[in-house]
């Protein structure tokens, strides 16, 4: 008898709504983007689709820049196991930030394993408003960006 493969696939990442975790409803994406601002409260993670997968163990992991707690000690990664619900299932990964915010800049990388196989993973660079990239500062449109790139090519 042949085993049945799962099938994963990120289906959304970026900024989504406040999660509630008391509810099954997942957060709805507000923003698609692996660039993520650092201001308090935003949450930020993907969602992953899960086929024929049902029963098996699931392993996620929230890896974040080297973000000390009231001690100065480094956090360690944020992980945990379930079991996947279905055959057909959808499932948030995600994080917020909170105060200060200095030290949550960086990349937070986050996974998702199945029998010891990363299935799902994506990294979120958390930057300072001021650290803004050009296009996001400047909200150029990509005629502006295709033309700056031109002009960059020849030393202008």
Same mark, same amino acid.
């Given at each position: ?9 990120? &289906? ?8 509630? !975790? /008391? =509810? +099954? ?7 698609? $983007? ?39 000690? &480094? ?8 079991? !996947? /619900? =279905? +055959? ?7 994080? $917020? ?60």
């Amino acid at each position: 008898m042949s085993k049945l493969k799962f099938d994963v696939s990120v &289906i959304y990442s970026g900024i989504f709504t406040k999660w509630d !975790v /008391e =509810s +099954n409803a997942l957060p709805r994406l507000l923003k698609s $983007t692996v660039h993520i601002p650092a201001e308090i409260d935003i949450e930020f993670g993907f969602i992953a689709h899960i086929k024929k997968a049902k029963n098996q163990k699931l392993r996620y992991c929230i890896y974040h820049p080297d973000i000390p707690d009231e001690n100065d000690i &480094i956090r360690p990664p944020f992980d945990g196991e379930l079991y !996947v /619900e =279905s +055959n057909d299932w959808k499932f948030f990964i995600g994080d $917020t930030i909170w105060a200060p915010l200095h030290n949550k800049v960086g990349n937070w990388r986050m996974t998702l394993e199945l029998k010891g196989r990363v299935i799902a993973e994506k990294t979120f660079k958390i930057y300072l408003p001021d650290d803004l990239p050009f296009t996001e500062k400047y909200n150029t449109t990509q005629d502006e960006q295709k033309i700056a790139a031109f002009w960059k090519k020849r030393g202008l």
